[in-house]
């Protein structure tokens, strides 16, 4: 069974940074593209990043510069760094794989050339002095 799940949101001042953490399970991270997006409340999706299976990292450029999209083969999981963190950076972050269930359900970010198939439950990121 195709799983992600989030950690390390939580609540940061503004000019912050935080480190976001996702354990994949059911498949290889290395085999698959790996990313981030994230929805804040009354708003769309927005793709942040995705980290391909050749190790080619992508962002959306309204956060490029901002975050480090990474994978950790040993532990089957991906990481988004995110610095410098923004009053409008507030929202659930997801973690998200090119890597499809039997769902069918897809999200490509139009920012990214990453098609995600499986995401995980999202970790809330509260920024605020």
């Known amino acids: 069974q195709v799983q992600l799940v989030e950690s390390g949101g939580g609540l940061v001042q503004p000019g912050g940074s935080l480190r976001l953490s996702c354990v994949a399970s059911?498949?290889?991270?290395?085999?698959?593209?790996i990313g981030w997006f994230r929805r804040a409340p009354g708003k769309e999706r927005e793709g942040l990043a995705c980290?391909?299976?050749?190790?080619?990292?992508y962002y959306t450029d309204s956060v490029k510069g901002r975050i480090t999209v990474s994978r950790d083969s040993a532990n089957n999981s991906g990481y988004l760094q995110m610095n410098i963190l923004k009053p409008e950076d507030p929202a659930t972050y997801y973690c998200?794989?090119?890597?499809?269930?039997?769902?069918?359900?897809?999200?490509?970010?139009?920012?990214?050339?990453?098609?995600?198939?499986?995401w995980g439950q999202g970790t809330q990121v509260t920024v605020s002095s």
């Open positions: 998200a794989s090119t890597k499809r269930t039997s769902s069918s359900t897809t999200y490509r970010p139009p920012t990214l050339p990453c098609t995600f198939g499986s």
């Open positions: 059911g498949f290889t991270v290395d085999d698959f593209d």
């Open positions: 980290f391909d299976s050749l190790g080619t990292a």
